[in-house]
């Protein structure tokens, strides 16, 4: 993609050192008060971080309870609290709001050639909504705990003496927080793309952020209303969830899942958009199948709407709803397939780099593919009834959620590293953390496919000695993914500090965000860009202006 | 549009007692910063009717589960105080309308004479409201001095629930329609006062002469706001007070 | 009743905000009354039983009211095309909620053996004047 200014702006070289978003103000309030989209994005980046750091401690904390059959770190019923709080912590405070509110809000804007996201103070409220809503999760904590899992399901968490109100405030403000997120997005790439940037011509990251943020804005409001009611509940006894008042448990699964279904499409079509863009530009050929891609992220985010009660089989359901939501599941996997494939054709015969992020996203592509097919199978009413609440559920969504989104996440994060912080990690490093990564995860949860077809259910504090080896296997696993993750975060933090310098255009890419200066000013691009080719014209590509160090 | 960023884009006021108004920096036309804010609060509003939706599914979900508790608990809600609800909600609805019209036409009085009826709208439901509350506290349909006590495990008595004269003595879990009565009147009433305090915030910039023909987005989006406060109570009143 | 009137006096600055719709006082006034004889109606209407149709005549006014409301009151019938779609998106995944919720709840009766039958709900329900009956 060409713009109507060179690459490099010459201009600003001349006039002395550029004056880029991260130095041109210091001090606490610069950042607390800023409306700048990267900023938040950068804000939004340390923020989920440190909760899935959160979460991955708590996460070790389980497998290293479950080394013996008898457990051997926690009594029971805080057994019962660690894995909620992993459950909670991964999923509201890390992987929703993850790839939208960090690489998301960074990219989006740039990627469209627009000085920011339409509406920069609600920007910033989302991000401060997600600081409530980590303070009032973490204040849940102080206030008891609490051990219902991440689902909340009705009886139960009517009747546990435990803080489940204040996690549903949180659940609550972060709804809201992700919801205006997407509502922004949508509104930026409705009003704000620059001249000559058509929506055939909007990289396949901006269309997944599209299609997850419709998802964020039709499906969030009923979470948020159910836990209200859930809360009400707990306060006032409405009764509609409450077999002992004449309500029905079921009906909070209706609701829960109308909003959690969507949200595990939320949470992976963004890591979708980041594959279709990496594989692109480390294979230096366009995306096979452009329009298809694109149009499958709508297709996801709509049949997603239709295939909740796949998560309730064994809940009371009636038989007609199973049968129709069973059906309706498969339709999913088509164009979840169509993707796979055109980023396999993508980087078939491409001049393929096996740079760092080229790596993270080979790994998506295996790990995803085990985890999208096992999901097919529990799609199945007649399996899923001997699968249920199994460790085969438990390893099904982590190699979508961890293996497949996290991944992902890591992916974007060392593809834009150089473009948003004008620094180089430690590509010897990545590789190595990649590959300790990626065998780390799939001796812990290859052993959990197992034993879960053997009938080890999920969330138990204990378990029956006949499933000792795969316990200490996927425990040993998850230490190896663990130190992996440990590493990555390392080179990533040190590479801040030692300042090797990056190039203007790191791995070549033609999108417009590497157009802009790097790291980018605050308005983003010192001239407004017009757009004048197709996406992924890798003919355009200026390999002088790209290898010139940052200054 | 400049390179450097620093030039504004500038709407001029129409007349002395107006201000100008200065678009954002991140837009190119006033057109652009119109139809984004309009936008996202179409999606804002799209949000507020699938947050209700989840009251109306659990309404229709118990109402076909219990016909007979919904019936007879409809019997004793006061209908006539209902449609005298609506009336003021859709009087309202309309002086906003026109509200918005003053401000499009530029006539800061009538803009500030609009508001001020439709605040008053919003006041005579709520006292409406009140009075319809305390009646169904009498009753003990909903006893609001023991809404949040504990419930006795053991009889499933909830303490809100008294209903003092039997009116609900022969169907089952008399209280579920009373709950969801109380639960969707209420955050409807919430919205309501939020609605009221909004357009308190126009009134204000009104009397400062901060909209007009050229610039009244706040006054339009507020206004979209009271009238979705309508609409949600235009399918509560049919579904309560004369439940079908 | 006609529509779409523009407003002779909109002001200087108009232009500037793009083209915008002034709708007529007449109009929003027989809007206004429009929806007051079809509350009047919805009233009438439920006092005269037509069995299970009177839920679909009382949805089927409250359809009505809230499109006057919509396409009047809230501009919505000029208004650009997005935003129409965004709001009326926002009516039909909703539909999706009830719809399918209300289709497990109806559907689930009529399971017959198939199903696995709910266990029985452990403390029995008591009206509480039957309790203070007892007391007595
Ligand atoms: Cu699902």
């Not at chain 1, 990564?437 to 197992?450: C, L, Y």
């Not at chain 2, 139809?35 to 229709?60: D, M, P, V």
Request: neutral net charge.
């Amino acid at each position: 993609m060409t713009t109507n200014v060179p690459a490099l702006d010459a201009g600003a070289a001349a006039a002395g050192p550029r004056r880029n978003f991260l130095d041109v103000a210091t001090g606490f309030w610069s950042w607390a008060s800023t409306l700048d989209h990267k900023r938040i994005g950068l804000m939004y980046l340390v923020g989920v971080s440190l909760a899935f750091l959160c979460g991955g401690l708590f996460a070790l904390l389980v497998r290293l309870h479950l080394w013996e059959p008898h457990g051997t770190l926690f009594s029971n019923a805080d057994y019962n609290q660690i894995f909620t709080l992993h459950g909670a912590f991964m999923v509201f405070l890390f992987v929703i709001p993850a790839i939208p509110g960090s690489l998301g809000n960074i990219l989006l804007p740039l990627m469209l050639g627009a000085k920011d996201v339409a509406l920069p103070r609600l920007n910033l409220l989302s991000f401060y909504l997600w600081l409530v809503g980590a303070a009032l999760a973490t204040l849940a904590i102080v206030f008891g705990g609490f051990d219902t899992g991440w689902t909340f399901y009705t009886p139960y968490s009517l009747y546990t003496e435990q803080a489940v109100v204040t996690i549903g405030l949180a659940v609550f403000v972060l709804g809201f927080s992700s919801i205006f997120t997407g509502l922004n997005f949508i509104v930026t790439v409705h009003k704000l793309r620059a001249p000559g940037m058509t929506w055939f011509r909007m990289p396949l990251f901006v269309w997944a952020l599209y299609a997850t943020s419709l998802l964020q804005v039709l499906a969030t409001p009923v979470l948020g209303i159910t836990v209200l009611l859930v809360a009400f509940e707990r306060l006032y006894h409405v009764g509609i969830f409450d077999p002992r008042l004449g309500g029905d448990p079921v009906l909070f699964e209706h609701f829960f899942w109308f909003y959690s279904h969507p949200a595990v499409y939320i949470m992976v079509l963004p890591a979708f958009g980041i594959i279709s863009e990496l594989v692109s530009v480390h294979s230096r050929k366009p995306v096979f199948g452009y329009k298809l891609i694109a149009y499958s992220s709508i297709a996801i985010a709509v049949i997603s709407f239709l295939v909740w009660g796949h998560h309730m089989f064994t809940s009371g359901q009636s038989t007609y709803a199973m049968f129709a939501f069973s059906f309706l599941t498969f339709f999913v996997a088509i164009p979840t397939a169509i993707k796979e494939f055109s980023w396999v054709a993508t980087v078939w015969r491409g001049s393929i780099a096996l740079n760092s992020p080229m790596l993270y996203t080979l790994a998506f592509l295996i790990i995803f593919s085990i985890g999208g097919l096992t999901g097919v199978i529990l799609g199945a009413l007649a399996v899923n009834l001997h699968l249920h609440d199994t460790y085969f559920v438990v390893a099904h969504f982590h190699y979508v959620m961890m293996g497949s989104i996290a991944v992902a996440f890591f992916a974007g994060l060392h593809h834009w590293w150089p473009k948003i912080f004008g620094v180089m990690y430690d590509e010897f490093l990545a590789k190595i953390a990649c590959g300790i990564i990626f065998v780390g995860f799939n001796a812990t949860f290859i052993p959990q496919f197992i034993m879960g077809s053997r009938g080890m259910p999920r969330r138990y504090a204990t378990y029956v000695p006949d499933y000792t080896d795969f316990h200490k296997a996927s425990t040993i696993g998850a230490i190896v993914l663990g130190c992996g993750i440990a590493l990555m975060v390392y080179y990533l933090v040190a590479s801040l500090f030692q300042r090797r310098q990056a190039m203007q255009n790191h791995w070549g890419g033609v999108t417009l965000e590497w157009h802009a200066p790097t790291p980018p000013p605050v308005e983003n691009f010192t001239t407004p860009p017009v757009v004048t080719t197709e996406v992924y014209d890798y003919s355009t590509l200026d390999l002088d202006t790209m290898r010139r160090p940052v200054q | 549009m400049s390179h450097d960023g620093h030039h504004a884009v500038v709407i001029p006021a129409p007349g002395p007692e107006f201000q100008p108004h200065t678009v954002a920096h991140h837009f190119d036309t006033p057109v652009q910063e119109f139809q984004s804010a309009k936008l996202g609060f179409w999606l804002f509003l799209a949000t507020e009717i699938l947050l209700f939706g989840g009251l109306f599914a659990a309404y229709f979900y118990f109402h076909e589960m219990y016909p007979e508790t919904f019936r007879l608990g409809g019997k004793q809600l006061d209908w006539q105080l209902g449609a005298l609800n609506t009336a003021v909600l859709l009087a309202s609805s309309w002086t906003m309308a026109m509200g918005v019209r003053a401000a499009q036409t530029s006539q800061k009085k009538l803009l500030l004479r609009y508001c001020g009826l439709t605040v008053l709208g919003a006041l005579i439901f709520m006292a409406v409201k009140f009075v319809e509350y305390s009646a169904k506290d009498a009753h003990g349909f909903v006893v609001f001095a023991d809404l949040f006590a504990p419930y006795d495990t053991a009889t499933g008595q909830i303490p809100w629930f008294q209903d003092y004269d039997g009116h609900m003595a022969g169907v089952p879990h008399g209280h579920l329609f009373f709950a969801i009565y109380l639960t969707m009147t209420a955050i409807h009433g919430l919205h309501v006062l939020i609605g009221a305090g909004l357009i308190l915030w126009i009134m204000k910039g009104a009397a400062k002469g901060r909209f007009h023909a050229g610039y009244y987005l706040p006054v339009d989006l507020v206004g979209l706001y009271w009238h979705l406060v309508d609409l949600i109570w235009i399918f509560l009143f049919p579904l309560l007070y004369l439940v079908p | 009743m006609t529509v779409h009137d523009h407003d002779a006096h909109a002001g200087s600055g108009a232009l500037q905000m793009g083209h915008h719709h002034v709708s007529s006082a007449a109009l929003f006034a027989k809007v206004l009354v429009a929806l007051l004889i079809l509350t009047a109606i919805t009233v009438g209407a439920s006092r005269i039983h037509f069995g299970a149709a009177n839920m679909l005549i009382a949805m089927f006014l409250a359809c009505v009211k809230a499109s006057l409301v919509m396409a009047f009151f809230m501009h919505l019938k000029w208004d650009t095309a997005i935003n129409k779609i965004v709001f009326f998106g926002s009516f039909l995944f909703l539909s999706l909620l009830i719809v399918f919720t209300i289709a497990d709840q109806t559907t689930r009766r009529m399971d017959g053996k198939w199903h696995v039958q709910k266990s029985p709900v452990q403390y029995e329900w008591v009206h509480p004047r039957l309790l203070t009956d007892k007391k007595d």
